[in-house]
């Protein structure tokens, strides 16, 4: 039921949510203002009638105040004056009896004879009015001395208000009287309803003023959320042709950096087989020479000399045929490809390379096998040219990317100046970057050289 309801609430829009929210913190709100407000006008409707009618009644007590002090009694004279000044208030359907009660509790003036003389139970109302304070009762509970009154079948307001004797605040006697109440009921019936309809018309406009500005914004917020979601799409879409175009960059420079290497190993290979194949023939014909020159020393020093620079021309070209000539690294691992490139240095340079090499490691393009052998061999080379092989270190370990370190103790070097002069090094940054990889050199405060490669996941 609970999950159902909730499913519900979220199909309906953000102002229908606030609507109903609102109205549901709102109307119990409401609700007990409108009581409070009921009942603050019923209150002073009642004491607004009750004191108007304490006034009229004083004005109608006062002539006989000095009797009351005197002997505590009205005279029969002074109960025909009273009952004159009455009768033009019952034609008016205003005031139905009245009674004026002595401080003991006894009736002395009552609109019905029969109560004159007698004495009865003070009243809460009775007591308060004896204090000073003007006291009222709308249909309350039936007194004993209220027989005649109570007969009428009306609905009564008994107001009780205190007599004073003249320049003091001493209360000499109570003037209680009934006032017909069913026009009072009606007024407060109007009111209550009156507060009400006023109370249920604010909450009503402002629910509505409330939700036609949420509404507005609810309007906006969906127009927002449509062209948002256009232009989250619209992005995707880009995102997923700018991955793709991505893919095929990378994919297009593994393809040019394996045509690369097949170019240098071809290379290689004319220069093997063909300078270097020359060269040697001309070293070997030049020994026949030799047994011509015999006697000559002049011309034996250039034979020499020149026999010595054909041999180091040749074993340049041997060599640099060599490093262009790449070995078959398809079907070694990145981590074996990376031996390889450490062994032949060490074959061929006679120093030492500590290897700290991840062998657990997933299988990798080819692209990126040639990129980690050509970097081991550059800057092993470079170690060993620049730095006698000292210090000479290789790490690759591998976390969500490959990381490929190689140290060397030597003297350091300037990075920007030997980046912008040397072939070597704009082809390391060339490879990397190639494979969206990225290539740092450090020159750490110790001395020494840090060449630190980091290749991205094949994602292909």
Not at 271 to 285: F, M, N, T
Not at 299 to 317: M, N, P, Q, Y
Request: aromatic fraction near 6%; hydrophobic fraction near 40%; charge should be neutral.
């Amino acid at each position: 039921m609970f999950q159902r309801t909730q499913q519900k609430w979220k199909t309906i829009s953000l102002a229908q949510q606030f609507t109903v929210a609102a109205s549901a913190i709102l109307l119990p709100v409401m609700l007990a203002v409108g009581v409070w407000l009921a009942d603050i006008l019923t209150i002073s409707l009642v004491n607004t009638t009750s004191n108007t009618m304490a006034i009229f009644m004083d004005g109608v007590v006062h002539p006989h105040i000095k009797e009351i002090i005197e002997t505590g009694e009205l005279s029969s004279n002074s109960v025909d004056n009273i009952d004159q000044l009455l009768s033009g208030a019952r034609s008016n359907s205003k005031i139905v009896a009245m009674k004026i009660w002595r401080r003991d509790n006894t009736i002395i003036y009552s609109s019905f004879r029969d109560m004159i003389g007698k004495n009865f139970e003070r009243s809460p109302a009775l007591q308060t009015a004896l204090s000073g304070k003007i006291a009222h009762e709308l249909d309350g509970p039936p007194e004993e001395e209220e027989i005649h009154e109570r007969a009428s079948g009306l609905r009564l307001l008994a107001v009780y208000a205190p007599v004073y004797q003249p320049g003091t605040a001493n209360v000499i006697a109570v003037s209680e009287f009934y006032v017909n109440g069913e026009e009072l009921s009606e007024n407060i019936s109007l009111i209550r309803w009156q507060s009400w309809f006023l109370v249920c018309a604010l909450t009503g406009c402002i629910v509505l003023l409330l939700s036609s500005f949420v509404a507005r914004g609810s309007r906006t917020i969906e127009r927002q959320q449509k062209l948002l979601g256009y232009k989250v799409q619209e992005l995707g879409e880009t995102l997923t042709q700018n991955e793709s175009l991505r893919h095929k960059l990378l994919e297009a420079n593994q393809n040019v950096a394996s045509v690369n290497e097949k170019v240098l190993q071809q290379v290689g290979t004319d220069l093997h087989d063909g300078p270097a194949q020359i060269l040697a023939l001309v070293a070997l014909k030049l020994t026949n020479f030799k047994a011509l020159l015999t006697g000559n020393k002049k011309l034996e020093g250039e034979f020499i000399s020149t026999k010595r620079l054909l041999s180091d021309a040749l074993k340049d070209v041997r060599n640099l045929s060599t490093g262009l000539m790449l070995p078959e690294l398809e079907e070694l691992s990145l981590a074996e490809a990376i031996a390889l490139a450490i062994s032949n240095h060490k074959r061929n340079t006679g120093t030492l390379v500590i290897e700290e090499l991840d062998t657990h490691h997933p299988e990798v393009p080819v692209a990126f096998k040639i990129c980690a052998y050509r970097l081991v061999q550059e800057s092993l080379n470079n170690a060993y040219k620049h730095a006698a092989g000292a210090g000479q270190k290789v790490i690759l370990h591998h976390d969500e990317v490959s990381t490929i370190k190689v140290y060397n103790s030597g003297p350091g070097f300037d990075l920007k100046k030997s980046r912008d002069r040397r072939l070597g090094l704009a082809g390391m940054f060339a490879r990397v970057e190639a494979l969206g990889g990225i290539l740092k050199i450090e020159n750490p405060a110790g001395g020494g050289t840090i060449v630190h490669a980091t290749l991205p996941p094949d994602k292909n």
